[in-house]
Each structure stands twice: as C-alpha cells, then as structure tokens.
C-alpha cells in the first residue's frame, strides 16, 4: 500500500506469518531501495515489493492547465496558491532502467506488479535471480497474458478492492468484475496459484476466497487502521463514518481508476468529465498540492483515503493482533 503500509507494517505481517509488502510505485530509486533493506532488518520471513508499471503518461500542456484552472477555486477557498504547472511525480517501472537495476541488485524474495507487466527481458532477468513475480489481473485475459508471460501468481483484484484498480488501460471498457467472480475464473482457467483481493476483512473473508479456488488472501483495507500503517487520523476516522460505505471508485484524484471513502474529492466524480483529467500521475501532482493544503487548513476531507467496500468492516488493531484474529478466525470457519 504505496504511502499508507511502511517496512515496519510488512514486516510485522510476515513476523505473524503473512506476506508482507511494501510498495515503491511512489518512491524514488534510493527510497525503494531504503524500504527494501528496512524491511530485510526487520524480518528474516520473505517479503513483496511491489511496482507500478503503468504507461508513461502523455504531457498535455492544455489539459494540464485548464485542470489547473478547474482547480483553482478550491485551492483559493483554502487560502492557497494553486500551483503553475504539473509534473509527472512517479516514474513507471517500465521506463525506471535504474530502479529494476536496484531490484537486481536488492533481490527481494517476491516482486509484484500493478498496471501492467514490465517486459520479456526484464522478467526473465528478475527470475533468473530466483525472485517470484506476481501481478495483478481484473481479467481472465490480462491473467493470461500474465500467466503465459512467466509470472509465478495472479492476484484477481476484483471491483470492491481498495485503492488503484490495477487496470493497463484506463481509456479502454472495465468489466468491473467482482473479487469472487473473477477469482473463481481465474481458478479455474488458469496453472498458476490465484491470489483473491478486494473486499477480504476478517476470517470469514478469507475462508469464502480460499473455498472459491484461490490459494490464498491479498488484504489492504484491513490494514490501514493498525498500529504500523501510517494513514492519519482524519483517514482512520473517516475509516468508521458513514464515508466508508460510500466507497468511490474515482479517477479525480491521481488520474487513474482508484477506490476511495467518501470525501471531497470524490463529490467531483459525477461532474467531471474523465478525459478531462491529466494522466496519472500528472493528475496526482495537483491532488496532492490541495491534500497538503487543506491539511494546513486544517481542513480534513481532502485524502488519497483509498479504501475498499469492505471498509465498514475495518478494525483498530496492532498487525500482529490483527493476523493473530485472521488466523483464529480462519480456523473457525468452513
Ligand atoms: C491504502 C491502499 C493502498 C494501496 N496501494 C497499492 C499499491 O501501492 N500497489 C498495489 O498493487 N495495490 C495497492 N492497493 C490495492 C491492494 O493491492 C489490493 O488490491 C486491495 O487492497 C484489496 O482490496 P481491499 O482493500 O478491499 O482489501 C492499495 C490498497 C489500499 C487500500
């Protein structure tokens, strides 16, 4: 979880015998590199390190102004200028020949891609280090493609899951599939093992996935109110609001499809015509300028607060409380 789950959550989860992962879409290479190598000091289980291989995105000098311009009157109510120009803030595994150089180097146990799959060369490179690839499919298609490109499991992220929809092409038709439908697909038509996510919160959760085909659990939403994740406290809160009933599947906030709690950003979904929106992460840029501004207002409302529809299911719980309930849970259900 790119911002919200640090090394100390991930490797709280694999110490109480998860997978834990990091998530360095949104760091540099130096960054990505720093949480591979806290995370490697703080547990001796495998851990995941996870990418975002999503095109590059297009510069588009008009339409990142007059989203600028759209922009400006609630950078104005929050006594802030709104910024000149956008930039493109993340760069794309795809391109990052210094960041695959770094994971080569590191060799972490697992490796997961989000939005796509960095190509043949640089697969074939990363598992003959001995590192395991997974990556993420909302269709039994891009599974294929996956499956068939060499990497080791597929997480089916379904509809209700939290965050970025791990779509390739935000431009083309979502099927919307949900997590139980798209894992049972997958379970079925494909070799490698299936790995369910998207509205998974407790025991129970995981149990149905396990009895639907897929070989184990992938959790965010449940994480994001432990003792190590570090969303804040308007997030934690708005975590238990009526917010997070009202999950939005948005692209407003960072350019791409990503499901959030209700708030601010999200009351534009409707009124907003996506291609009017810069790529991500160029869309992002100005997102985050209005984040850090309302936070200096004080105003809350104003979050990247991706969570899943499981939200209202969302426990305060350290890690290791948290796994140590999954499991017994696990173990109580059929
Ligand atoms: C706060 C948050 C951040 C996330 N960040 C990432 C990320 O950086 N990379 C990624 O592949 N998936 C990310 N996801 C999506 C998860 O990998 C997973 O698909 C999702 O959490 C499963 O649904 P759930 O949130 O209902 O458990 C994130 C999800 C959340 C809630």
């Avoid at 008009?62 to 709104?82: C, E, H, I, M």
Wanted: proline share 5%; with cysteine.
């Amino acid at each position: 979880m790119a911002g919200t789950a640090p090394p100390k959550l991930a490797a709280a989860v694999c110490n109480a015998g998860g997978l834990g992962s990091i998530a360095v879409g949104a760091t540099d290479v130096d960054g990505a590199r720093a949480q591979i190598q806290q995370t490697r000091a703080l547990t001796d289980c495998a851990f995941n390190v996870n990418f975002f291989c999503h095109a590059p995105a297009q510069h588009d000098d008009a339409k990142q102004s007059n989203w600028l311009n759209r922009l400006r009157p609630t950078f104005d109510d929050l006594g802030v200028t709104a910024p000149d120009t956008l930039s493109e803030i993340y760069s794309t595994f795809l391109t990052d020949d210094a960041k695959f150089q770094m994971v080569l180097d590191e060799c972490p146990p697992v490796v997961s891609f989000h939005f796509g799959l960095p190509d043949a060369e640089k697969i074939t490179a990363l598992k003959d280090k001995g590192i395991i690839l997974f990556s993420t499919a909302i269709t039994l298609a891009d599974a294929k493609v996956a499956q068939d490109a060499g990497i080791d499991a597929i997480v089916a992220q379904g509809w209700e899951a939290g965050g970025h929809r791990g779509i390739v092409d935000p431009n083309s038709q979502d099927t919307r599939l949900g997590t139980f439908a798209l894992t049972r697909v997958l379970a079925e038509n494909l070799f490698v093992p299936v790995i369910a996510a998207g509205g998974i919160m407790d025991g129970a959760g995981i149990r149905a996935a396990l009895n639907m085909g897929a070989t184990c659990a992938q959790m965010g939403t449940a994480f994001i109110d432990t003792d190590h994740s570090l969303a804040d406290a308007s997030y934690r809160s708005a975590l238990h609001s009526d917010a997070a009933h009202n999950t939005v599947m948005t692209p407003v906030v960072s350019g791409r499809p990503a499901r959030c709690l209700a708030n601010e950003f999200t009351k534009w979904d409707d009124l907003i015509d996506p291609s009017d929106i810069p790529d991500y992460p160029i869309a992002y840029d100005a997102a985050k300028s209005l984040i850090a501004a309302a936070k200096v207002a004080g105003i809350s409302g104003f979050g990247a607060n991706w969570a899943g529809q499981g939200a209202p299911l969302s426990r305060a719980m350290s890690v290791t409380d948290l796994m140590k309930t999954l499991k017994s849970e696990l173990d109580t259900t059929r």
